[in-house]
């Protein structure tokens, strides 16, 4: 069965600390692995897509790798308005069913 | 350029009741869907269309039903409405299967 786990589910930070969010998934023939940024009463909006070990994506203060069993997104220096919950999915094998992880929600403190 | 277009953004029904979730993108996409997001179970796929013409079930069917209208529209109905489709709507759409999907903003329904 197709699973995408992320840790923490919650994580706070000052502003200005940097830390990495986790995403993990066990999807047969990954074809690509998308993140997601969700802020309250908003639908998804669209970061990065990563489609093999070893590449990067970057947008601000926000990059995204991927390993091959793994992605991570880096904040670097946050700041208030990157708070937000951080979501990531995956592809099924062969089918249009995208698989989401149920999200990291981000808090930084001023 | 509005992306996915979602209506009504709130609605309140009785048990019982039926309704219409209305979905338009205007980004050319061949695929659409329809997720509900509930607190704890993150976005479960309810239906999808790979391309118009065709619809299939996703991870969570029942009670629903679906048409793709044409290319842009992809409506979403709830028959008799049950406490358990409580619940927040999203539609989006993709170029294709394993492509990236873009999302709507959203459709909170309450259902007492």
């Known amino acids: 069965e197709d699973q995408v786990t992320q840790s923490p589910e919650a994580l706070r930070l000052q502003e200005g600390e940097s830390s990495s969010l986790n995403c993990s998934y066990t999807v047969s023939g990954l074809r690509g692995l998308f993140w997601y940024r969700q802020d309250p009463g908003k639908g998804p909006e669209f970061l990065f897509t990563?489609?093999?070990a070893g590449e990067e994506k970057e947008k601000e203060r926000l990059k995204a790798t991927l390993t091959k069993k793994e992605s991570f997104l880096h904040i670097t220096a946050p700041k208030p308005e990157d708070s937000a919950t951080y979501l990531c999915?995956?592809?099924?094998?062969?089918?249009?069913?995208?698989?989401f992880g149920k999200g990291t929600k981000l808090s930084v403190i001023p | 350029n509005a992306g996915v277009t979602q209506t009504p953004k709130f609605q309140v029904l009785k048990t019982g009741q039926s309704m219409t979730l209305q979905c338009a993108q205007d980004m050319n996409h061949n695929s659409m869907y329809w997720y509900r997001q509930d607190p704890g179970m993150g976005l479960r796929l309810i239906y999808y269309?790979?391309?118009?013409?065709?619809?299939d079930k996703g991870e969570v069917p029942n009670g629903y039903n679906v048409s793709r209208l044409n290319k842009r529209e992809f409506s979403l109905r709830l028959e008799s409405a049950a406490p358990s489709q409580t619940s927040v709507y999203f539609c989006a759409s993709s170029e294709g299967g394993a492509a990236e999907a873009f999302f709507g903003q959203g459709t909170r329904l309450t259902v007492v």
């Open positions: 269309s790979a391309s118009e013409g065709t619809t």
């Open positions: 999915a995956a592809p099924g094998a062969g089918s249009y069913q995208l698989t």
């Open positions: 990563l489609y093999s």
